[in-house]
């Protein structure tokens, strides 16, 4: 680790204990829908990059942490209006395009019915290390989008994938 910046240490009830320097933190100001309480998270990737998939942590819960990942990896028309009044209100509009995140959720008793959430996708904007969640108001993106499933939602969504 680097000596220029302080290191943050926190358990992880999944990986152990874990130190990142702490302008790797992402602040979450509204918190996760559910978690409002919890604002500081470590974006981790256990596989170095060899998966869709990475943990978002609480550093301040061991065992909080959710998996995410780019929804274009499985959705190539997901694509978010930015007319959403949620855009307005966090004030990133004519910034640069925030990188695009969805949770995802794996049933413990039914791992083959993993699925995410395209009706609350994450923002992250790395030039100031924040990440908001929001809910979409237009489109008609699923709360519950089967990733393996033989048939998927009905996205009703157009062309191209991100936010626009």
């Known amino acids: 680790m680097t000596d220029s910046h302080p290191i943050v240490r926190f358990s992880s ?7 990142i320097p ?10 996760i829908i559910g978690f409002p309480d919890f604002t500081r998270y470590a974006l981790l990737d256990p596989s170095g990059g060899q998966s869709l998939f990475l ?9 909080l942490a959710f998996i995410i990942t ?3 990896s499985f959705v190539p028309d997901y694509q978010i209006e930015t007319s959403e009044p949620d855009l307005d209100r966090l004030g ?3 910034k640069e395009p925030p990188a695009l995140f969805v ?23 790395e030039s100031d290390s924040t990440l908001h969640q929001i809910v979409l108001e237009k489109g008609n993106w699923p709360l519950r989008y089967h990733l393996l ?4 939602c009905d996205t009703g969504a157009g062309s191209a994938g991100e936010v626009r």
């Open 22 to 31: 702490e302008d790797r933190l992402i602040s979450v100001p509204d918190g």
């Open 13 to 19: 009830s999944r990986f152990g204990d874990i130190e």
């Open 149 to 152: 499933a033989e048939e998927r």
């Open 55 to 63: 943990w978002l942590h609480s550093v301040d819960s061991p065992d």
């Open 92 to 94: 990133i509009s004519g």
């Open 70 to 72: 780019d929804p274009l």
């Open 103 to 125: 949770i995802v959720t794996v049933p413990e008793n039914d791992p083959d019915m993993i699925s995410a959430n395209l009706l609350a996708p994450l923002l992250f904007i």
